[in-house]
């Protein structure tokens, strides 16, 4: 099981940090590896929303499904997704602080089959990736938002 956090500080309130990171179509702008997202389900971001993601594979596109499993707005967004090459579970929490807000992600991402051979490489390769996607977002964020 690969487990990873982070932190990063975003000069901007959390409620509009929520809306920013809960836009499943802002997800390639800051995501790496992400190249197409849309939310599958009508309606609003909310537990048993659901969203279909585009990564780059090793040898072409792959395809994941998530689910929204808690949606707190300005504090707490988590979900849960799959692929044939494993599972992962997310979560983004929202804390205001003195500069706007800190934003902490925790990641689980279970590899299943021959990929579970390959766990040692992906967790090096997402802990160097993480830091640089929380400023991508960040910056992104920071530049579409007005303060």
Do not use: C, H, K, N
């Not at 802002?26 to 190249?35: A, D, E, M, N, S």
């Not at 003195?98 to 925790?106: F, M």
């Amino acid at each position: 099981m690969i487990r990873l956090e982070e932190s990063i500080e975003v000069a901007r309130p959390p409620d509009a940090v929520y809306d920013f990171l809960a836009a499943v179509e802002r997800y390639p702008t800051w995501l790496p590896g992400v190249t197409g997202a849309e939310q599958t389900s009508p309606g609003p971001v909310e537990p048993g929303a659901t969203f279909r993601l585009t990564l780059a594979g090793p040898t072409g596109p792959l395809a994941a499904d998530g689910i929204v499993v808690a949606a707190e707005p300005g504090r707490r967004l988590a979900v849960r997704g799959e692929a044939p090459q494993g599972r992962v579970e997310g979560g983004l929490d929202i804390e205001p602080v003195a500069s706007g807000t800190l934003l902490r992600v925790g990641v689980q991402i279970e590899l299943t089959g021959m990929y579970r051979f390959a766990e040692g490489l992906v967790a090096g390769q997402l802990r160097s990736s993480m830091p640089d996607a929380l400023a991508r977002a960040r910056d992104r964020l920071e530049a579409e938002i007005p303060a």
